[in-house]
């Protein structure tokens, strides 16, 4: 063997070695930077979605949880709640909810999927207070024609079961309602779609 045919052997495998030992230290390099783009998991948390179980949720009753650092609330209207619904439209700003406050599947008289289940996040749209849950129908601490619905104990503005603003309160806005679905007949997903897997 020639010298010439040594040092071309011994080129060839430093050169394929420096290859292969860069390319390992880019990859190596890469993951770190590629990992830290990848939301915590407190900001998945905070974003994820939430399941609510709603079979021991009785008419009238309301289940609270938190979806995004909201809180976001669970509402079984009774039948009567409900079909009560449509005498309020005279009095609300926007009885038909022509606002992008809900998903295209809540664009209904009820604003929900199922009428007597109604999901809502409970953030008045006024200043940002919570409203109170307040069902019944007259409760003196709102007025005696109260139909039943929500209260916002910081300036007074007042929303039906729906989540409907009425008129002549400081809100703008009926109360947003979140995406969701049912995974089954008793959990309810907030924060993802019903059309979504």
């Not at 071309?8 to 990992?35: D, I, K, Y």
């Not at 009753?61 to 909201?70: C, F, H, P, T």
């Not at 996040?121 to 601490?141: E, F």
Request: glycine share 10%; proline share 9%.
């Amino acid at each position: 063997m020639s010298s010439e045919e040594i040092d071309q052997n011994r080129r060839h495998f430093l050169t394929v070695s420096t290859v292969v030992v860069g390319a390992v230290g880019a990859v190596m390099a890469a993951v770190p930077f590629v990992s830290s783009m990848e939301p915590s998991a407190r900001a998945k948390a905070l974003g994820g979605p939430v399941d609510i179980d709603v079979s021991k949720i009785e008419p009238g009753g309301q289940i609270k949880a938190k979806w995004r650092g909201k809180p976001t609330w669970v509402v079984q209207r009774g039948t009567v709640a409900v079909s009560a619904l449509a005498k309020n439209d005279g009095f609300l700003r926007d009885p038909d909810s022509k606002e992008d406050q809900q998903p295209p599947y809540c664009k209904n008289e009820y604003r929900s999927i199922k009428p007597e289940l109604f999901v809502v996040v409970g953030i008045c749209t006024h200043l940002g207070c919570s409203p109170l849950y307040k069902p019944q129908v007259g409760d003196p601490s709102v007025s005696m024609d109260w139909p039943g619905g929500f209260f916002c104990p910081c300036h007074g503005s007042k929303y039906d079961l729906a989540g409907r603003v009425f008129k002549g309160v400081p809100a703008p806005l009926n109360l947003q309602v979140p995406p969701y679905k049912y995974v089954s007949d008793a959990v309810v997903r907030v924060g993802e779609d019903q059309g979504a897997a």
